[in-house]
């Protein structure tokens, strides 16, 4: 019997990633930045897939305010530059920020279960939202623009941003798949699997748990600071709106809760859909919540987790697997 | 006088947020399920009695006697369909799916009755607008009162019921072990129905109490949930009469926040929620333990 | 008159199988006392013919008619009452709230006078929550609460666990009376003494299995013992 981590199929899916990512940077030299502003919002969604999947999928962790660390994103970097940085190093200024701001509350909210934690995350969010409604320099009520991005072409301003979000997207994907590969990730999955089980076998349930939640923390700051350099213009109504955690909840839960392709899958379809149905307004909307109703109730491993278990698939090396060569028919687990 | 004004305001205030908070505590209580869509099922109330009263240009009062066998038999309908499958799924099934509920809720009514403002404070007669001047600059409000006097009346209700009922102490039975209930012939399925049902139509009370005082639209269901919850928690969460006392705390933090800066007043009563969280969850063990 | 009959019962949890193609009868009036050590399947068969837990395979027949999927509450008011191991009283209602809050299948013989009656000792705790009982009340709280649906066929599921000897006494004079109005036992209990006191009939349970049967009197201990333990198994 072997323990093996990657698989024929897995190296070359991983190598085709790589070849993509590649491909990827020469988007904004090739298309139009139209197309390019859309695919910047379809690594914007990605980003936040795999960072609620974090939280939810690996640390069991449902949080329905994860906005509020979008919002610290956009506004930090509105703030950032209003106090004079370049533009693109207040946005990094304004990720870490988010992800700072992230670690004293943890040490209260991991303690919370699951309801209080959720609703408790909303209303940071929605104390969040409030206190910029009372700050006229960050635009109160009516919203901001990000000016300072007007001193670049704005071509070049789509591609400086494209790329900005292509390695946010790449950065905090591969911090996640390395994270997984680990030691750490075993004890992740263990912890999903059966967290009183994985205390008493001595795993340190409260210190993973906030490495996801700062790490989920940073990455939602990351997509809050490519809203506003993708649109320009913030308001406290949408950025920090429940809306995105709508959009997180559908995108893991179709995609595949606790999978690492699962929420890069649901993100593009969450992307398919809205590109198609633009102005489908409140239809849309009850069919995504439909959607992740049903889902969590009767698909909750979600399309890519149905698939990974039926076809014994493993696209990403991030579990093990066990193969048994002994009675040659190769029988594997998974995990 | 105007800190005593504020503070009466505010337990006005706080009776309405308990009688919308009683329907989510009762859910939780029995259930152990915090149903996310619980704002919504009242905006919901309030919409059916909206139409009644659109309608027929009946009173609201009527309006609501016609929407609660309604709303109970949505809530039956809801338990049985969507509750029952999440409770036997993991702990954080119910919580993704009321979640998902609530958004269908919220852009089915957009659909149906536009974004527009509604309110029914024109079909409740004075009691919107009426009040009581007490020596000076005090003014009791007849809405106020009539609120506090239902919301008592709800909760006493409610208490009666589960203790000296035997339907009552079927449901505490069930809450405590269902298993143990289950051999002891109570149909725990019919119980967990019948406390949604019961959860929904207290929602559509809450509901209709803020239809009249103030303005609903399609999207009010998620500020009206976070107030519940907020009572719940501050009240102490799994206790009855705690919500009602929870849901007048916030009520009163909220006014004397107002006193303090006029657009103070929400964000006082969520800083109070989260001081509770703080205190009672956040431990005393509060050091850095990052490096562990 | 049969009233009770499992068939090949096959009952898991997950892939653990604790009740392995059981088979057995119970006449209406018969005490059975069920035996065996600790998880050999006991509690998951009593619990499988309450309606408790869901069989994997197999049939439980129960007055001629097929109750396999038939759920628990139903199965108290066809007349089966399971008194559960751990005796799970609700600890938050009273002793006169947890008997009035089973069911009753019309009149009969035990309601709560008739109860308070046998259980002489729970008559001033009438009031008293659950939670402040000691084990020997709790112990007769559970037995009336079962007895309270009037039921045909009564199981209990270690009634002396955790009692004081003297306890125990009481609690079996009382279900001696009851045995001895006619009433149809299954009986799981530890201590092996007891139960061929008071049964008529023993199985023998082990890893799942049915390894001894037979007249409680025509057994004699070391036959009973053996079969307990598993000294002398067949391969």
Known sequence: MKVERWTRTSRTFTAG??????????????????????????????????????????????????????????????????LGMTPYAAMVAATVLAGAISIPISLFALRLRAA?????????????????RLDRNLGAGTGISLIQLNQYEPNFRQAYTFWLALGFTVLFLAALFFLLRSPLGASLQAIRDDEDAARSLGVRVAARKRMLFVLAAFGCGA????????????????????????????????????????????????????????QGGPWYLVGLGAAAALFALFLPRGLWGTVEERLGLRLMPVGYRVVDRRNGSGEVTTT | MTIVNALLQGVFLGAFYA???????????????????HGDLAVLGAYIAFVVVDRTGASAL?????????????????????????????????????????????????????????????????????????????SVSALGVVV???AVLVFSALQLFLSNTRAGWRMRATAEDADAAELVGIDSRGVYARATALAVAI?????????????????????????????????????????????????????????????FSVMAGHLLFLAVLVVRFGGARFSLRFAR | MTLLAVRDLDCRYGLLQAVRGVSFELAQGETVALIGANGAGKTTLLRAIAGAHRPHAGAILFGGADVTRTPPHRRV???????????????????????????????????????????????????ALAASLSGGEQQAVAIGRALMSNPRLLLLDEVSLGLAPVVVDAVYRALEGIIQEGATVVLVEQDLTRALQVAGRVVCMLEGRVVLEGEAASLDRERVVSAYFGLRRSA
């Open chain 1, 17 to 82: 990633v790589a070849a993509l990512v590649v491909v990827l940077f020469a988007v904004p030299l090739v298309l139009d930045p139209d197309v390019v502003q859309k695919l910047t919002t379809l690594l914007i969604l990605v980003l936040l897939a795999a960072m609620w999947n974090a939280l939810a999928g690996y640390g069991g962790l449902l949080s329905v305010g994860q906005q509020a660390f979008i919002g610290i994103g956009a506004y930090g970097t509105v703030f950032f530059a209003g």
């Open chain 1, 116 to 132: 209080q934690f959720a609703i408790g995350m909303w209303v940071i969010a929605e104390v969040l939202s409030l206190i910029v």
């Open chain 1, 223 to 278: 997509a809050g600071v490519l809203v506003v350099a993708n649109t320009l213009f913030i308001e406290p109504a949408s950025v920090f709106s429940v809306q995105w955690s709508a959009y997180m909840i559908f995108m893991v839960l179709v995609g595949g809760l606790g999978t690492f392709e699962g929420p890069i899958i649901g993100a593009i379809l969450l992307f398919a859909i809205q590109t198609t149905f633009t």
């Open chain 2, 19 to 37: 009688v919308l908070a009683c329907g989510l505590s009762l859910m939780f209580g029995v259930m152990r399920i915090i149903n996310l869509a």
């Open chain 2, 62 to 138: 009527v309006a609501f006697i016609v929407a609660l066998p309604v709303m109970v038999v949505f809530g039956y309908v809801l338990q049985l369909t969507v509750l029952e499958r999440s409770l036997k799924a993991g702990l954080l099934t119910p919580l993704l799916a009321t979640f998902g509920l609530s958004i269908v809720i919220q852009n089915l009514l957009q659909i149906v009755f536009s974004p527009d403002v509604h309110s029914l404070g024109g079909s409740a007669g004075s009691l919107t607008t009426s009040s009581w001047q007490v020596t000076g600059g005090l």
């Open chain 2, 148 to 150: 506090l006097v239902v």
């Open chain 2, 203 to 263: 929602a559509a009370l809450g509901g209709l109490f803020l239809a009249i005082r103030s303005v609903f639209d399609p999207v009010s269901g998620p500020t009206q949930l976070i107030f519940a919850f907020e009572a719940v928690v501050i009240g102490g969460m799994g206790s009855l009469w705690g919500t009602l006392l929870g849901g007048i705390a916030l009520g009163v933090a909220q006014t004397l926040g107002a006193q303090v800066h006029p657009q």
């Open chain 3, 77 to 127: 008011s066809l007349g089966v009452a399971l008194v559960p191991e751990g005796r799970r009283l609700f600890p938050g209602l009273t002793v006169e709230e947890n008997l009035r809050v089973a069911a009753s299948r019309g009149r009969g013989r035990w309601n709560v006078a008739s109860v308070l009656e046998l259980f002489p000792m729970l008559q001033p705790r009438r009031r």
